[in-house]
Structure formats: structure tokens, C-alpha cells
């Protein structure tokens, strides 16, 4: 994985690269103590994993990331606790607080992996009818037919199934909508995908599976439109 690191302290970047030189998978090509140059950066060269420190002078970490329209992975590394949630919020990767061990560092990095190998995994020919999820240190078949709708639930993502079965996996609901096919499932909320055929009724504001309420966001209704679903 093409990694940099962010941070206004010098000495805070070369703990950075003096783990990410023990990490086989990880190069390490750029670091940045300006926001802003790392932007420029960013703009020219493709990079898939950045490590960014949240309290920044001229722009917070948090900040500078939702500035991005297709930023990299994320794994915020800070001082400061009282930003975790919002962190995770974001879809970051991790959380590291300083100062943080190699152990922990090598940690994120396998999180880091683990997505950067499900998002660039081959695409098959002919769309499969099940994906593979994770569930503790095993991968579980799930039918796509059995999945009624999937919900973000905090560092994890929730499936709820037929029969009344639920499944929760270590993977963002961004990650997930990748492996679902666009043509049985729907984004409906920043926290929601929704299968369409199992879809009982629905209105602007939300949608009713068997004796779930799913709510519609305002930024995904315009894919309900689009789609004729109204």
C-alpha cells in the first residue's frame, strides 16, 4: 500500500517512518508537516493509506479530510481522545493516540490491509448470488437473497437476514455496498442499504421491511427518484 503521513510535529513523522519501514506492506513515500502541501501531493499521485494528526495548526486533520471528494484511507494518530467518535464517523481506519507502540501501529496497518485487499480484489465475470463476510477469524457465506437490509453499527456493519438472523462483520458500510450489486441493493441513509425486493411499502421519509422502519436520507432520496422507485 502507497502511504503518507500528515503532522505538524517533525518528530511525530519520523515515529511514522520508523514503523512503516518494519511494515512489508506498507511504503511509506511522502510526509507532510503542511496540510497543504500534502494536498497538492495528493492531487498528482495516487496513495491509498494516509496517516493524519487531527490537532494541525492551520486545518484539523478532520478538516482537511472532508475536504477531499475521494480521499485514501484514513488512520487519524493524535494526542487527543476526545475526537475518536468523530473519528470513526468518518470511516477512519483507526485511532491511534500518542505516542503509540510499533504493536499498535502494525495493528492499524492490518486493518488498512485487510480493506485495501477487499477493494481491489478481482471482479468476477458473472455476478455471484452470496459474499463471503467476516466473522471473528472466519469468512461466512451469506445468501445475497437472504439479506433484507444492512445497517452501520459503530466499527462494525450489521446484516439483518431472513428468519429473523442477524450477522455483525468488522467491515464500514462503504466496504460493504462494494460487495452488494447495485441492482438488488440500494443506499437509502448515511447508515443503510436496503434489498429492494424485500422492500413491503414505503414513503418519502421511510421504508418498511417485515417489522423494520429504515429512514431515507435527504442525499440518497435523489437514487429512489432516479431509480422510478416513487
Known amino acids: 500500500m502507497i502511504a503518507i503521513a500528515i503532522d505538524d510535529e517533525p518528530i511525530a513523522l519520523d515515529v511514522v517512518r520508523s514503523h512503516a519501514a518494519k511494515v512489508p506492506f506498507v511504503e511509506l513515500t511522502a510526509t507532510f508537516t503542511n496540510a497543504f502541501d500534502a494536498l497538492a501531493y495528493l492531487q498528482q499521485n495516487k496513495v491509498d493509506l494516509m496517516f493524519l494528526d487531527i490537532k494541525m495548526p492551520d486545518i484539523s486533520g478532520i478538516d ?5 471528494s ?33 504493536s499498535r501501529f502494525l495493528k492499524a496497518c492490518n486493518k488498512a490491509h485487510e480493506l485495501f485487499n477487499l477493494r481491489n ?23 445475497l437473497d437472504d439479506i433484507l437490509f444492512v445497517e452501520a453499527a459503530g466499527n462494525y456493519t450489521k ?14 458500510l462503504a466496504d460493504m455496498q462494494l460487495l452488494l450489486p447495485d441492482k438488488k441493493f440500494i443506499r437509502t441513509h ?10 413491503d411499502k414505503f ?28
Open 64 to 68: 482537511f479530510l472532508n475536504t477531499l
Open 70 to 102: 475521494n480521499p485514501p484511507m484514513v488512520v487519524f494518530t493524535t494526542a487527543y481522545s476526545e475526537h475518536a467518535v468523530k473519528s470513526f464517523e468518518l470511516d477512519a481506519i483507526d485511532y491511534l493516540l500518542k505516542p503509540f507502540s510499533l
Open 121 to 143: 480484489k478481482p471482479v468476477p465475470d458473472a455476478t455471484p448470488d452470496f459474499i463471503f463476510v467476516k466473522d471473528g477469524y472466519e469468512q461466512v457465506k451469506v445468501q
Open 159 to 172: 446484516l439483518y437476514l431472513t428468519a429473523n438472523r442477524s450477522l455483525s462483520t468488522r467491515v464500514t
Open 190 to 199: 448515511r447508515a443503510f442499504i436496503v434489498a429492494w425486493d424485500k422492500i
Open 203 to 230: 414513503d418519502r421519509a421511510q421504508i418498511n421491511i417485515n417489522e423494520h422502519i429504515i429512514p431515507i436520507g435527504a442525499m440518497y432520496a435523489q437514487d429512489l427518484i432516479v431509480k422510478k422507485a416513487w
